[in-house]
C-alpha cells in the first residue's frame, strides 16, 4: 500500500488515517522519499523547489491531533505544493523563480495559504515554475525554466515541454510528490500544464478566489486555482482556497459564505440534460489537432452525446485577446506594489531593481534575457494611464459581454473548446482542463472547458462525469 499512498486521493488518505493506518509524518515522509528518488536525483524531472523545513513537526502535530480523536476535515493532514509566486509566511522563500529575489522570506502568507492552512493543510515546499510566470522576456525562454530552479521536464515525455508557467505544480501532482498542488494562471498558466500533464486544472473565475500576496503580472487577469489528479480531488481543494479577501477588491462582489460546497455538483450522471457548446477551430488558430487529438476529441464528444448531453456544434469563440497588452501596462505597477509589501525581507524593491541585479549577474540570470522587464520598465508609465491601455479595458468589458451573449443565445451551460480558448482568462470566465486520453508517445491529451461566471459548479459537475465515464489512469509510465 505504502508503494503507491503517493498516488492516492483526499478521501483515501483521510480514510487511513481515521483507520490508523496511515499517519500523516509517514505520508510526508513517502512523498520526500519520492521526490529524492524522482525528482532531485540527477536527470530528475527538477519540479520542486524548496522543501518546508518544518514538514516533519507539522506533521506530528497534526498526528497528535488525530490520536486525540479529531476527525480529519476539508484538507487535514494533506500534503500540498505551492507555486513559488504565492507567499507563505514560514522558512519557505518566495522568489518566483527569480535569483533575484532568491532570499525574499514573504512578511505574510497570501490569503490562498492562509485559507489552505486554515482548512488543515501542510505546506510540502514550493513547486519551480517559469520564471516570472512567463513574463520576463520574449528570447524564447522554455516553458518550466528559471534561473532559480532550472529546468521542469515532463514526467511523460521527457522531450516533451511540461507546458507553464505553473509547471512544477502540474509535473508534481502528475508524479505522485504531492497529493494536490496550487497554480496561478494569466494566460493559460494552470490550464495548459495541466493538459501537458493529464491532470485536472481549474482556472476559477475572476474573483472567486483572492489574490492578496501572489506575486502578479496584471490585476486585470490574474487568479490562482487548484492542480490536482481528480476531479473530486479540485472540487475540496478549490472550496478550501475560495471566498472574500480582504485585500483583495475582486473578491468583494462575492459573499464568502456563499461559496459553494463544490463536493455538491459532483454526479456521475450529470452530464444529462447538460447543454454543451463546441468550439471548434479557426483559420486563425497557430495549431491544428493531430490525428491522435481529433480521435480523442471527437470520442468525447460521442461520450457526451450518448450520456444524454444536449451538443451544439460549431460554437463560435473566434477572438483574438489583447492579454499580452495588458499585461505590458499593468506589470509594472503590480510589481513595485508587491515589492514594497515585503519590508526588509528583499534588497529589492522595485522593477527597475529586478534588472539592475539581473544585469550584474546576467551570467545566472539572464540565460534568455529579460526583454519584457526592460519594455514594462521603460516604456510604460507604471500609472495605467495610457489610452492604449484604457481602450483595451474597454474593449475587455465588450468581449464579456459578447462572450455572456454566446452562453445567452446558444442556450448552453458550458462549452467544450478543440483547442486552448485564450478568451477565458480574458474575460474572467472559469474554465477547466481534464484528460481525455494518452498518445502513442504517452503525452496525456487534455480537454478545455469553459462556463459563465461564478458557475464553477458546472464545470465540475461535467468534468467529473466525464472522468467517471472514461477511467482512465494516467499515471506516468517509468
Known sequence: MMNEIYYST????????????LTVRSLIITYLSRIAEIDKCNDG???????NPDVLFIADEFDERLNKGEEPRALFGIPVLVKDNINTKDRLHTSVGSVALA????????????????????????ANMTEFANFMTRENMPSGYSSRGGQVINPHKRDETPSGSSSGSGVATAAGLCTVSIGTETSGSIVSPAAYNGIVGIKPTMGLVGRSGIIP???TLDTAGPMTRTVRDAAILLGAIAGHDPDDPATHTRDSAKVKDYLQCLDPNGLKGLSIGIDRFHETDESKLNEEGRNAFDNICKVLSNAGAVIKDNVNLDYSPSSIKIMRYEFKACMNYYL???SGNSSVKTLDGIIKFNQE???????????????CQNNTSGTMTETEYLQLLAEREKTIAAFDKIFDDNNIDIILCEGFPRIAPFTGFPSISIPIGRKKDNLPIGSYWIARRFDEGILLKAAYAVEQLLGLNLQPIP
Open 10 to 21: 483526499i478521501e483515501e488518505i483521510h480514510r487511513l488515517y481515521k483507520e490508523k493506518k
Open 45 to 51: 524531472l527538477n519540479s520542486v523547489l524548496e522543501i
Open 103 to 126: 532570499d525574499n522570506y514573504a512578511p505574510y502568507d497570501a490569503h490562498i495559504v492562509k485559507n489552505l492552512r486554515q482548512a488543515g493543510a501542510i505546506i510540502l515546499g514550493k
Open 217 to 219: 503580472i496584471a490585476s
Open 340 to 342: 514594497s509589501t515585503l
Open 361 to 375: 549577474h546576467a551570467a545566472v540570470a539572464l540565460k534568455y534575457g529579460q526583454s519584457l522587464l526592460l519594455d
